[in-house]
């Protein structure tokens, strides 16, 4: 309970991607001015309180309250002596561009605003992360051409039976009805099947759009099918 924070995020840092920095307190209540995450993402003015059961199954495991563009974050996160980190309750909300460059999303330009309630998540260097939860994406606006509006977007996040990451999505309001599944396979491929409905008021230039990325059918519904590698379009 006494024992200082220090020693233990020096040890995050030299076996994990994690740079911890700025540490005060203790390991049980403590501080860190600066936490960047494999030299893309850094997370600012962090306080933790650790959670002592999680060492029985062989975890460091802490309560954090965090902030990343000055957005709150509050999750559970632990991490297992083989370096894979798990979180557990992330609530946090951040506006879609920001997460357009946290996730090095090409192309295209997001606008709205989103909020995260993740039930779980894990990952480990090279690999994959696996999430369940929910996104919500409001007031959500995608430009690639022409701006479209998507009202407001739900995905659902859950793992498959083959243990591979899926993502259902829908939407309700904006220019474009769109229902589908996405699905990220652990060897860095993905799937995505989507169906993109133009409402009547529509604008023919968004139509367009829409068909420069996927295919029209005969009753005016869009479809967009495609699998490959995340590397080929700038995700990996």
Known sequence: MTMPAKPVTDLINEKTDIRIDGVSGSLWHGHAYSINIGGKTELKDTHWSFITWQILIGRLALDLNTH??????????SISASGRIYINSLTASMT????????????????????????????????????????NWTNAMVTVTEAASLGNV???????????????????????????????????????????????????????????????QSNGDYLLKNTGSLKTIGLM
């Open 96 to 135: 879609a561009a920001q997460l357009a460059e946290l996730a090095n999303i090409p192309l295209v330009q997001l606008d709205g605003d989103i909020s995260l309630d993740i039930e779980s998540a894990q990952w480990k260097q090279g690999e994959l992360p696996i999430a369940s939860g929910q996104i």
């Open 154 to 216: 739900s995905i659902i996040l859950s793992e498959s039976a083959q243990n591979m990451q899926t993502a259902y999505i829908t939407n309700t309001e904006g220019d474009i009805t769109i229902v589908g599944n996405a699905e990220l396979i652990p060897e860095q491929d993905y799937s995505i099947d989507m169906r993109m409905t133009p409402k009547a008021s529509t604008r023919n230039s968004i139509k367009q759009s829409l068909g420069m990325i996927a295919k029209r």
């Open 68 to 77: 990343y563009l000055e957005n709150a974050i509050d999750t559970e996160a």
